[in-house]
């Protein structure tokens, strides 16, 4: 893979940042900012792109000539999909598909990030064989995607993540530990679901993943999770333990409380045989996750 260009789109999300901080030397990288602005030190390895801009995505890869892409750009928001599934979809269906005919053009092998919103969370653990069946629109969006590039042709991989946590870069977008740590630590009580189940994933297990997959030319579905499968109280309660806070903080509560939201599936958990044979990563459990997180912070400071 010595020399292998890489475009990473999406590189000032949590994932793409953990792409970027975990690139093999062997690679080149080159990645793409939409609204935010990458910090000082990673500015040269950036370009500014909206993926809704076809000719765009098209000008940029045409230039950058890259061997592989890895499209992690997307409207995060499951709530916001809910509310604008029109708006959304020119950006995570639409932009998927500029980005895979500029592939098509450039001869270039497409990475895909899609979700474990793709399950309706009733028959967990999931294969990467089990039929895609969504509870909400930014899930359906995410089969629509997949379905389009399942049928272009195209040479590429599905990566489906699950539950991601770790540091965002300056200004990015919050997670739930992130969230959870915002108010234990000002000493503020957070209402976790009580009946949700997830493997959450830290973003740079997730992005050692998708750099095996780039490595070893891995084509078809892999689903890529933590080691450990929680409820998100007993995760709420680990991220206040490991970080010194309460546990009291965590106040459970059932998922239907949260009225306002798109509907979550319950449990999505995965079977990850296929990553743990074909990519040969292992990603750490929560409590490991979180040290890791701790130690970051710690030595940043
Ligand atoms: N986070 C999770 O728990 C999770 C779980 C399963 C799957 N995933 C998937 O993993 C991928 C990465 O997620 P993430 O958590 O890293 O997302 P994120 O932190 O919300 O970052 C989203 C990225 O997409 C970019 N973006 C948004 N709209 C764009 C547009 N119109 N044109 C170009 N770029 C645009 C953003 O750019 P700016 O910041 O510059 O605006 C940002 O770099 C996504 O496909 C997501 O669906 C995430």
């Known amino acids: 893979m010595s020399g292998l260009r890489v475009l990473i789109t999406g590189g000032t999300g949590l994932l793409g940042h953990a792409l970027l901080q975990g690139a093999p030397q062997s690679c080149e990288t080159l990645a793409t900012a939409f609204r935010s602005a990458p910090a000082v030190e990673w500015r040269a390895r950036f370009r500014p792109l909206d993926v809704r801009d076809a000719r765009a995505v098209d000008a940029l890869i045409a230039d950058y000539r890259p061997g592989v892409v890895i499209h992690a750009a997307s409207v995060g928001s499951v709530d916001q999909a809910e509310r604008e599934p029109d708006a959304v979809r020119r950006t995570n269906v639409d932009g998927l598909a500029a980005v895979g005919r500029a592939c098509a053009r450039a001869g270039a092998r497409l ?5 474990n919103a793709v399950f309706d969370g009733t028959h967990p653990p999931y ?3 089990a039929p895609r069946h969504a509870v909400n629109q930014y899930g359906r969006l995410k089969i629509e995607a997949e379905e ?3 049928a272009s042709g195209l040479p590429h991989a599905i990566v489906r993540p699950i539950l991601m946590y770790g540091w965002p870069p300056a200004g990015g977008r919050s997670n739930v530990v992130t969230r959870w740590l915002a108010d234990f630590e000002a ?4 209402e976790v679901a009580q009946d949700i189940r997830s493997m959450p994933l830290l973003a740079s297990n997730c992005a050692d993943a998708i750099w ?3 490595r070893l030319d891995r084509r078809g579905i892999y689903h890529v999770a933590g080691a450990d499968r929680v409820t998100l109280v007993e995760f709420a309660r680990e991220t ?3 970080f010194g806070c309460s546990e009291d903080l965590v106040v459970p509560v059932p998922s239907a409380r949260f009225t306002s939201l798109a509907p979550r599936p319950a449990d999505t958990s995965f079977v990850l045989t296929k990553m743990e044979r074909d990519l040969g990563v292992r990603p750490l459990g929560v409590h490991e ?3 890791a997180m701790r130690l970051a912070r710690a030595l940043a400071r």
């Open 187 to 190: 000493g503020r009580p957070a």
């Open 240 to 242: 206040a333990r490991v």
């Open 212 to 214: 095996a997959v780039v």
């Open 289 to 291: 996750g979180l040290v």
């Open 127 to 129: 294969d990467e064989q």
């Open 111 to 115: 990475v895909f990030i899609s979700s």
């Open 148 to 150: 389009w590039l399942e």
